[in-house]
T-cell receptor, first 119, second 111 residues
Framework: GAGVSQSPRYKVTKRGQDVALRCDPI?????LYWYRQALGQGPEFLTY????????KSGLPNDRFSAERPEGSISTLTIQRTEQRDSAMYRC?????????????????FGPGTRLTVL | AQSVTQLGSHVSVSEGALVLLRCNYS??????LFWYVQYPNQGLQLLLK??????LVKGINGFEAEFKKSETSFHLTKPSAHMSDAAEYFC?????????FGSGTRLSIRP
């Protein structure tokens, strides 16, 4: 597609339910990133992939959060046993270069985000 | 640790007036800085980036930013605001592989 897409765009769930958020990166992009953006704040890094390999998950808040990118393209961020504090905008970005590429190649292209509300 | 601070969570200017959005960084090494814009219901879009090639960086939509090492600043400016500039603006620094964002400044344009 022309850009990064995410689905669903909005998700409302009850506390304790599991949710899966999907990211479709720009075709051919090597690296894929997940960020979380709380209201009134900038996005915060969660994790990223080079191809299908998860390289850094230091930003994941706890073990209820996991992500995968099994074929090196589409990625899914899963939150188990959701809590109200998980409510946020979840943003995905992709880049044509690996995550540790030269600085000038590090441009990341962001999707529209998924707004998650946990009741 | 590298970080950025945006001064002012909300800035309001009249149409045609100068836009100035402030960003200060903290870094022990030369930083690579970005400005992103977020329009309502859209993703983040790169406005411009500083990668040490030139201290004055020109971006899209008439925006520019000047890197001032002595002031550890990377303020975003536009000479004449347009209604379509209303959005949220984020200053960011790259610490590979992640981007560290400031808390954002919402720009409003008064007719």
């Amino acid at each position: 597609g022309a850009g990064v897409s995410q689905s669903p765009r909005y998700k409302v769930t009850k506390r304790g339910q599991d949710v899966a958020l999907r990211c479709d990166p720009i075709s051919g992009h090597v690296s894929l990133y997940w960020y979380r953006q709380a209201l009134g704040q900038g996005p915060e890094f969660l994790t990223y992939f080079n191809y299908e390999a998860q390289q850094d998950k230091s930003g994941l808040p706890n073990d209820r959060f996991s992500a995968e990118r099994p074929e090196g393209s589409i990625s899914t961020l899963t939150i188990q046993r959701t809590e109200q504090r998980d409510s946020a905008m979840y943003r995905c970005a992709s880049s044509p270069s690996p995550g540790l590429a030269a600085i000038g190649d590090n441009e990341q292209f962001f999707g529209p985000g998924t707004r998650l509300t946990v009741l | 640790a590298q970080s950025v601070t945006q001064l002012g969570s909300h800035v309001s200017v009249s149409e045609g007036a100068l836009v100035l959005l402030r960003c200060n960084y903290s870094s022990s090494v030369p930083p690579y800085l970005f400005w992103y814009v977020q329009y309502p219901n859209q993703g983040l879009q790169l406005l411009l980036k500083y990668t040490s090639a030139a201290t004055l960086v020109k971006g899209i939509n008439g925006f520019e930013a000047e890197f001032k090492k002595s002031e550890t600043s990377f303020h975003l400016t536009k000479p004449s605001a347009h209604m379509s500039d209303a959005a949220e603006y984020f200053c960011a620094v790259i610490v590979p592989p992640k981007i560290i964002f400031g808390s954002g400044t919402r720009l409003s344009i008064r007719p």
